[in-house]
């Protein structure tokens, strides 16, 4: 790896060996440096406010850092620098061999071609054929002894092949010097290297500084044939990490991966100083960031513990509450590398594999207590605690990184859905909360290991989808909104039936094998999950019957299915779960929602009846029904019953409503709620039985449904206007007792009578119609927007209060009446007017009743933890 990092800085600084630096180049401001030092306070920001950042220091300094780059890159292309001055010249370049380099190239020439010492043959072996050819027909002839030499014809062609051999030389040195290290110890064991030689040997023998290195060598090998005319140009190490955090704050600025491998490059240049922690951070800083970039989750894992250990570890606060500078500089690397691990890693590269980096992360937590300065640290602060909270407790994966950050952005994103929501946002912004929170909370399920996090995960993705069932109808486009009831994702109602059956099985033992913190964790686990699965089943089969066009034959037969499908589901397994008594794993909300699920199936038996001649399928919706009114008999469904079964005979329905009315009435849970002189349940549980056994009772069904207090209205005004005016009291004579008037005829009197009584409870009633629609409305907003009614309690009380102060009034009218009648008078206004009291009285009393259940049933089924729930519980066990 080292060496391929090294060919990369050879690359970069290669491109700039020809040039040479005009006068018009700028030096690196020196104020950059300052900047650098610091800017790992900066680092991870983000892009935004790193850009910004940097643009005010541009500003202030009066050069663009590209600029200061640019300015350090020309001083590192040239490491040499030449004292000679009949160097100069455009051809004569700083890294190549030129005439003036050479104190005898023939001398040179002729050790290579003698080829004596272990560097010569070194450099002979690595020149080309064509000079190895020149520099061999170089050597003049001798003649054997006692013969006389040949013409000069000899002599010139070994002077021409020298020259030949001068002529190129100095590019073959050229490429040598540059083209790998020279040195090797056995190579050089007979050359007297000076100090400065072994010191660039053994600490700056790389890429950058090979050239001057490999001619420093060269001269010092040949002393009396190369010139040393030159000296090595090496940089502090400071300005190599300068300029790898350059480097790396132009990729976090632009993107540009270019600049990324550069500083990494560029950082080889200290790896020998990694015990000082600002060497370390930039060591290693930009290998996370490159780690990220090719998703090597085990590449990260070593950087990222590397950083740790050796930058942000590196000591501790020197006096408790007044950290150094040293210790403020090493949490801004704990910053950066929590960054880089969690937000750049997992929560933007969706990176996976990291689940051992979570002991880091709880490190960067334990560090991150003192309390945060800036907004940015804030945020990381909270993200950093709020993931260590996924990754130790009940809501944990056994301490898994990846699983906790993706529960963590999931549940973030679900609250800011859920106030978005609140505050009746809608559109784009909306529904891209809720994909990202699907997608996270997918990556959490996907990404856990243990029972107890694949638990928590999918049951925090099925809420989120009851979530968008529940309220997003209008937010989320229709084919994105009904996929949600048939194909949810990852994990949905059969995911989580699957993995109850899996929680049900260990009950007793073996539930800690599935890693779960504590017998609590498991039991609170088991009941959420079984939750979520409850309101998912209504929620579905709410969905398809909504959908249900019920003039429509095709329409009923496709929506009739899937939602009978969702229903059945949770109908069965509560059969299955409640059949030995109630299990500690199950919430007391399940015996509800059985009820509310048996309700939705006999409904659906029903519409599918009306376009089905079989009786099997009324029976059925007879059956779901008679089961519902067992589990929860606190609503209207007896009078649901009652209706169904007329004119029918069939074995199903030969139990009559007084039968069902008695077995209700024989529960005793049932019983102890209809106690009106004890508080086992609130009022409006035990109005809604009362008036609903009382409907079945007297079948009183139908009656209900028309509103005539306008025709009540009328006929009072027609009988007002028939009162006469009461006649002046004549004066009598007082004998004895008495007042001395005489009485009004006791006709009129009782006709007036009545009239007042009506008048009252005709104001009662406006006052009782006005306040079921205040009522009404409140609960309609409230169920429509999918949220509690938190101010509806005082309402309903009040309303019932209200119905019962009508009630009463109207009684008195009745009454009224009745003593009218008997009077011997004209009866039919009064027996009509007793009528349409007693019709208006009994509308208002069952839609006040009406508001009262719907209320309690719609509360029902948001809360888990309902006290009403308790004595669901109780009466299905009573039965």
Not at 765 to 792: F, K, S, Y
């Amino acid at each position: 790896m080292r060496v391929l990092r090294n060919l990369l800085l050879g690359a970069l600084l290669s491109c700039s060996f020809p040039f040479a630096v005009s006068a018009g180049d700028l030096p690196p401001a020196p104020e950059w440096d300052q900047v650098l030092d610091g800017i790992a306070a900066h680092t991870w920001h983000g892009r935004a406010d790193l850009a910004a950042e940097l643009q005010r220091d541009e500003a202030r300094i009066k050069q663009d850092l590209p600029a200061y780059i640019a300015a350090w890159e020309r001083r590192m292309a040239v490491p040499i620098v030449y004292t000679d001055k009949n160097r100069a010249g455009a051809s004569c370049g700083p890294l190549t061999y030129c005439a003036a380099d050479f104190l005898d190239s023939r001398k040179l020439i002729r050790q290579l071609r003698e080829r004596k010492a272990p560097v010569a043959r070194m450099l002979f072996d690595k020149l080309s054929p064509e000079t190895r050819q020149a520099i061999d027909a170089s050597a003049q002839p001798v003649p054997p002894p006692g013969q006389i030499p040949e013409a000069a014809a000899n002599t010139a062609a070994a002077d021409a092949a020298l020259a030949k051999a001068e002529q190129l030389l100095p590019g073959e040195l050229t490429r040598i010097v540059r083209e790998e290290p020279l040195f090797e110890a056995e190579r050089f064991a007979g050359v007297h290297l000076s100090y400065a030689a072994k010191s660039l040997v053994n600490e700056h023998n790389d890429a950058q500084n090979r050239v001057c290195v490999n001619k420093s060598l060269l001269a010092e090998a040949f002393p009396d044939e190369l010139a040393r005319n030159f000296k090595c140009v090496i940089q502090k190490d400071e300005s190599y990490r300068r300029m790898a955090a350059a480097k790396t704050v132009q990729y976090l600025r632009t993107g540009d991966r270019k600049s990324l491998g550069e500083a990494i490059s560029l950082s080889e240049k200290f790896e020998d100083k990694l015990m000082y922690t600002d060497f370390a951070f930039w060591y290693y800083y930009p290998r996370t960031l490159a780690d990220v970039q090719a998703r090597n989750a085990a590449s990260l894992k070593y950087d990222a513990y590397a950083l740790l250990n050796d930058a942000v570890l590196g000591g501790e606060p020197t006096t408790a509450g007044k950290p150094a500078p040293a210790e403020l500089e090493r949490r801004q690397y704990g910053w950066n590398l929590a960054d880089v691990i969690l937000t750049k890693g997992i929560i933007e590269a969706r990176m996976d594999g990291l689940e051992s980096l979570g002991s880091a992360v709880w490190l960067l937590g334990y560090r991150s207590d003192t309390p945060a300065v800036s907004g940015r640290e804030k945020d990381l602060a909270q993200l950093l605690t709020d993931v260590r909270r996924f990754l130790s407790g009940p809501e944990s994966d056994n301490f898994r990184l990846n699983y906790a950050v993706a529960m963590r952005e999931g549940l973030r994103r679900s609250a800011l859905l859920t106030a978005a929501l609140d505050a009746h946002d809608k559109g784009a912004p909306v529904g891209q909360l809720f994909g990202e929170a699907r997608e996270f909370l997918r990556l959490a399920y996907e990404w856990s290991e243990t029972g107890q996090g694949r638990v928590n995960a999918a049951t925090s993705y099925l809420e989120l989808v009851n979530l968008a069932l529940a309220r997003m109808k209008e937010t989320l486009p229709p084919t994105a909104y009904a996929q949600l009831a048939a194909t949810p994702g990852k994990a949905d109602a059969g995911t989580a039936v699957a993995l109850y059956r899996e929680l049900a099985a260990r009950e007793t033992e073996g539930w800690d094998q599935l890693r779960f913190e504590s017998r609590k964790a498991y039991i609170d686990s088991a009941q959420k999950l079984w939750n979520a699965l409850r309101r998912n089943a209504v929620l579905v089969g709410d969905y398809y019957l909504q959908q249900m066009d019920k003039d429509d034959f095709q329409s009923v037969m496709d929506n009739a299915e899937p939602a009978e499908r969702a229903l059945l589901r949770y109908v069965k397994l509560f059969d299955e779960y409640t059949a030995n008594g109630h299990r500690e794993i199950m919430p007391d909300s399940a015996y509800f929602a059985d009820a509310e699920c048996l309700k939705m199936l006999s409904q659906l038996k029903r519409i599918v009846y009306t376009y089905n001649t079989r009786i099997e399928l009324h029976d059925q919706s007879i059956s779901y029904l008679l089961k519902a009114i067992e589990v929860y008999p606190y609503d209207d469904s007896i009078n649901v019953y009652a209706v169904m079964s007329k004119n029918i005979n069939t074995p199903i329905v030969t139990r009559s409503v007084d039968n069902i009315l008695s077995r209700m009435a024989a529960n005793s849970v049932t019983a102890r709620c209809l106690d009106a002189n004890k508080s086992f349940c609130e009022r409006g549980v035990r109005d809604t039985i009362e008036w609903n056994m009382y409907k079945a009772k007297n079948n009183l069904s139908g009656r209900t449904d028309i509103d005539r207090l306008d025709e009540l209205k009328a006929l009072a005004r027609s009988w007002q206007g028939e009162i006469p005016s009461p006649a002046p009291a004549r004066k009598t004579a007082n004998k004895g007792k008495g007042t001395g008037f005489t009485a009004q005829p006791p006709g009129e009197s009782q006709r007036s009578a009545v009239h007042r009584l009506a008048d009252r409870y005709l104001a009662a009633a406006d006052q009782l119609a006005a306040l079921t629609a205040e009522v009404r409305g409140q609960l309609n907003r409230c169920m429509a927007d999918g949220v509690p009614c938190t101010g509806l309690r005082d309402a309903g009380d009040r309303l019932l209060a209200k119905k019962d102060d009508a009630v009463t009034l109207g009684n008195e009218v009745i009454r009224a009446c009745a003593a009218y009648r008997q009077e011997g008078r004209e009866s039919a206004d009064a027996t009509k007017l007793a009528a349409l009291v007693t019709d208006v009285s009994l509308y208002q009393a069952d839609r006040a009743v009406d508001l009262s259940m719907k209320k309690k049933l719609y509360e029902l089924r948001l809360g888990d933890n309902n006290p009403m729930h308790k004595v669901i519980k109780a009466g299905f066990y009573a039965n």
